[in-house]
């Protein structure tokens, strides 16, 4: 970690998007603002984040914005310090950063407003800095099943292989992403730049990009069925999101 404990380190969390995924309720509701249980998911975040004694955020705001605003204010409340940056068009995943370009210069963290998870994020920095990382993104592991037979053939269809209802297991990015501000040069000012693009332009400048794998919950509320799914979650084992 560059210059600083980890008390120091700012969080920018992208809050901006429309939620597509979640019409008709994103329609008048911005998504950080739907509520997990008894409180907004942004806010359950914050709250963790506090815990951590992660208290200088910066919230990247478009959609809907003014509720954002009026909701948590300059996040006294909740016992951090909040600044507010707005997006006068959309920018995409990792183009905001580029709007705190002088304000960004140490290691810092980048998440979607709209995640739930028990992530230690100090644990998160701690192995970045240990590995001396450019960029370490958080991991989740994900199975889909394959309800039918999968047959492998070569190139005159003869059969290779035969599997039934295998299960593919993969690796996902969770949205939390620990950073060195040496990334800002891959991003143009006032442009449209997403994550993936980002990441490989890190990997052809040679720059160590490493992954976090985290083995607990995490989801984002992004689709109807995940949103329910998080409130299940969150009436099951509230202490493990919000103690």
Not at 68 to 85: A, C, K, P
Not at 137 to 166: F, N, Q
Not at 182 to 187: A, D, F, P
Request: aromatic share 8%; charged share 25%.
């Amino acid at each position: 970690m560059t210059n600083g404990s980890q008390t120091d380190v700012p969080v920018v969390i992208l809050a901006g998007g429309k939620g597509r995924r979640l019409k008709p309720y994103s329609t008048v509701f911005p998504k950080p603002l739907m509520p997990v249980g008894e409180r907004p998911i942004l806010e359950i975040l914050i709250r963790q984040l506090a815990r951590c004694g992660l208290r200088r955020i910066y919230l990247a705001v478009g959609h809907l914005s003014h509720l954002l605003i009026n909701f948590f204010g300059d996040g006294r409340d909740l016992g951090v310090d909040i600044e507010y940056v707005r997006e006068e068009q959309p920018l995409g995943t990792a183009g905001a950063l580029s709007l705190l370009r002088d304000r960004l210069d140490r290691t810092f963290l980048l998440m979607n407003g709209d995640l739930l998870t028990d992530l230690d994020y100090g644990q998160l920095l701690r192995d970045h800095q240990r590995n001396r990382a450019c960029a370490t993104i958080a991991l989740a592991e994900r199975t889909v099943d394959i309800d039918y037979g999968v047959i492998k053939v070569d190139g005159d269809l003869r059969l290779t292989g035969y599997e039934e209802k295998p299960q593919i297991k993969y690796l996902v990015s969770m949205g939390i992403y620990a950073l060195e501000p040496r990334v800002l040069r891959e991003i143009t000012p006032n442009t449209y730049h997403d994550f993936p693009g980002l990441v490989l332009r890190l990997l052809a400048a040679a720059e160590n990009v490493r992954g976090f794998l985290h083995t607990g919950y995490w989801l984002d509320i992004g689709r109807p069925s995940d949103y329910e799914l998080a409130n299940e979650w969150m009436q099951q084992q509230p202490l493990r999101f919000d103690p």
